[in-house]
């Protein structure tokens, strides 16, 4: 609580509050104003102060102690920046326990930004801020990481120790497993428990922000929505920009082959799911990004925007093991303190400075008093007095509609998982289900699924091992239809907007020119539409692991997958949409004797989009792998296979005109053409849509793809020094297509 005195000194008692929340606290309780950069104060999130009977000046010291702000009072104003610092050059190399310099070393000062990369001859230079008690981190690929405390100096040399345990790290690369060491290409492996979120329910989500060089980007606000992911970069622009899913060596397939494409649904791909939304996260054990072209080329153009290739938990030989996690998380709402968005009387004088300084505006606003631009227009063209104009505007001013307490909520999240395992050495088992459901802060949008496992690894003998591997999912979405975006509507609409008004925006329909606008309210757009989601998966896999040798190993892998979704979206009648696109008039505005009626494309009923896609694919593997090291000086891992894969889609989809969901879901057959005359324009020229709307959108797609892959690597190391990499892949394709 504050409170203000007489002598100007106040007292004040804030906990675990954000440094902007707690400007705005001080300034509705004093006549001071505080001005500063959002971005600047935008991370500063833990203020706590408490402060008896005393000055402003004495508890902003407090508040911005340990920050890199300061501020400074001119009257009433107080302004808050960033604090200057001097910057100080320093510099030194990077070298091994033999002297050998690190080129590509990392040096970073801990908590901040600031960080240089070791040139050819290991040497590094970069600026610092001039404060002791800094800690730089050296870093190098292999090497153990050190810190050291900066105490003024400005010529800092380091030498990194070998990480043994980093070095002989086995990687996942391709269709072998092979010690870091002996690789050249460009790979990141992650642990899955490294990067574990309770707020996502899949792992391309949790990759965002970990791996260097990796793109993640959120392609909606919508729960239940896969992110884009770029590997190495844009290596196209027209085809696919998806990189190459690998589970358990084992190449995914797209979930979704058909190209559907509506008005309606917005990126339908996205939202089922991607490769591996399938995959509960808290079965992953490890995964492996490989970048560049080396790292990628025992599968071909496939891994042309890279590979992921993740390996799932394998069985252990412990007694019974019964192991339960859930979480719970909930978000905030959005506000308009975290946009900085002007309220209503802000928006009206904006409106207002823009005319009388002549800005001229791209087209004449509408007429209507649920705008500024058009309730002037109003005033202007004599349609209603000046007390009926100012008085509107005062309605204006004072709506300050809260778009996002409509049309947003508080997201909530909750996820559980339970795991059954154990064994011998003869055998061992595993087996876990997870649920997640997930409520989005728009509201109106949510997801569910359900997620299946059970593992079993059985060892007949000593040198074989037989792996078998049961994978299920069930899912839905709900979410909106491709026009209705509540967050983009919440954050971009004018606050003076009465909520319950149907206000008027402009349209044009083409068989009708005399239309120049038509009734919309947003939540009336969203009641009235909507999409949904559902998709199954399945599959099984076999793995059989023989060492003939020590340094000899077969391995026969076999699998197969089945990938069913449903999809959906919808328009009804009394969408802005609908009249639009197919009517040219307001729902219910006009008579079945009007011309408008009769120049309608859909009189009656909306528009649905349908979508029923199927997936099935398999996968056979032989590979023979050679690895043995001679003299402790060299060593050879090469390895030999062939590969069969086979993956079919189908799919149809079909969008049907004059459905009614109000009135049981019923059909209304659109205008016939012979009944369809325009307004304006031929009928000629709307036979096309016609006939399209009257004999329906219906598309069907099968298409198979085979490939037969022979596939040879080699890496061979000298001295742990020198280490050479080749691939050779030979590979034959068929597809086939049914379109219709």
């Known amino acids: 609580m504050i409170q203000a005195q007489d002598n100007q000194r106040i007292s004040v008692d804030l906990r675990g509050e954000s440094l902007e929340s707690t400007l705005w606290y001080l300034q509705n309780r004093t006549k001071f104003i505080f001005m500063y950069a959002t971005e600047d104060i935008a991370n500063i999130t833990d203020i706590s102060v408490r402060a008896k009977n005393k000055t402003i000046t004495e508890i902003l010291d407090e508040c911005l102690e340990g920050t890199n702000l300061t501020y400074e009072v001119s009257g009433t104003a107080i302004v808050i920046k960033k604090r200057k610092t001097n910057k100080i050059t320093i510099s030194g190399w990077i070298r091994d326990a033999s002297g050998e310099a690190l080129p590509g070393a990392t040096v970073t000062v801990r908590g ?343 593992a079993i690894t059985i060892r007949p003998v000593q040198k074989l091992t037989i792996n078998a591997t049961i994978n299920g999912s069930i899912s839905t979405n709900n979410g909106f239809a491709g026009g209705v975006n509540p967050m983009g509507y919440a954050t971009t609409t004018n606050r003076s907007i009465d909520p319950d008004a149907y206000y008027q925006m402009k349209a044009s329909y083409p068989y009708n020119s005399g239309v120049k606008s038509l009734s919309y309210n947003f939540v009336n757009e969203r009641n009235n539409s909507g999409s949904k989601s559902k998709s199954s998966f399945m599959s099984a896999s076999l793995d059989l692991k023989w060492n003939i040798l020590d340094w000899l190993t077969y391995q026969f892998t076999g699998g197969y997958s089945n990938n069913n979704s449903t999809n959906e979206a919808w328009e009804t009648e009394q969408t802005f949409y609908i009249a639009e696109t197919y009517r040219g008039y307001d729902f219910n505005s006009v008579s079945p004797n009007s011309k408008e009626f009769g120049a309608a494309l859909l009189p009656f009923g909306g528009e649905l989009f349908t979508n029923n896609a199927q997936q099935y694919s398999y996968n056979i593997q032989n590979k023979l792998q050679f690895s043995k090291a001679f003299n402790n000086e060299n060593r050879i891992n090469a390895l030999v296979g062939m590969e069969l894969r086979s993956s079919t889609n189908k799919g149809v989809s079909n969008t049907v005109w004059g459905y009614a969901p109000d009135r049981g879901e019923v059909i209304t057959l659109p205008t016939t053409p012979q009944a369809f005359t325009p307004i304006t324009g031929s009928k000629d020229e709307g036979w096309g849509l016609l006939k399209k709307i009257y004999d329906g959108g219906w598309r069907k797609v099968n298409t198979t793809d085979n490939y037969l892959s022979i596939f040879a690597t080699l890496a061979y190391s000298l001295k742990n020094r020198y280490v050479v990499n080749a691939k050779l892949l030979q590979k034959s394709e068929m597809r086939k297509d049914i379109v219709i």
């Open 112 to 454: 901040s930004k600031h960080g240089a990369i070791a040139g050819l001859d290991g040497h590094y230079t970069f600026n610092i801020p001039a404060q002791e008690g800094l800690i730089l981190t050296y870093s190098f690929i292999g090497m153990e990481k050190k810190t050291v405390r900066y105490t003024g100096k400005k010529t800092i040399n380091v030498t990194l120790n070998s990480s043994s345990t980093e070095i002989d790290e086995v990687v996942v690369t391709g269709y072998q497993n092979i010690q870091r060491r002996d690789l050249v290409g460009s790979i990141t492996t992650v642990k899955a428990k490294d990067i574990l979120m309770p707020s996502y329910t899949t792992i391309d989500q949790m990759l965002q922000g970990r791996v260097a060089g990796m793109i993640v980007t959120n392609t909606s606000s919508r729960v239940g929505t896969a992110p884009k992911i770029q590997i190495r970069g844009t290596s196209t622009l027209l085809g696919n920009q998806d990189p190459l899913w690998v589970v358990d060596g084992i190449i995914q397939e797209d979930p979704l082959e058909l190209n559907a494409s509506s008005l309606m649904t917005e990126d339908l791909k996205n939202i089922i799911g991607n490769q591996i939304s399938w995959l509960n996260p808290a079965d992953i054990e490890s995964i492996s990004i490989l970048k560049d072209a080396s790292a990628t080329a025992i599968y071909g153009s496939k891994a042309s925007n890279g590979v992921i290739e993740i390996t799932t938990k394998k069985n252990t030989t412990d007694r019974l093991s019964v192991n339960y996690t859930s979480n719970f998380v909930m978000g905030t709402r959005p506000n308009y303190r975290q946009f900085n968005y002007m309220n209503s009387k802000e928006r009206v004088l904006f409106s207002q400075e823009a005319f009388n300084w002549g800005t001229p505006y791209g087209t004449e606003p509408i007429k209507q008093i649920y705008t500024y631009e058009g309730l002037l227009n109003m005033y202007l063209s004599h349609d209603i007095s000046s007390e009926e104009f100012l008085a509107q505007r005062n309605v204006l001013e004072t709506q300050n509609t809260d778009w996002f307490k409509l049309l947003t909520r508080r997201s909530f999240s909750h996820n559980h998982n339970i795991s059954v395992s154990g064994g011998t050495n003869k055998y061992s088992y595993a087996a876990s289900m997870g649920y997640s459901n997930s409520e989005g802060q728009e509201i109106g949008n949510d997801s569910e699924r359900m997620t299946g496992r059970v």
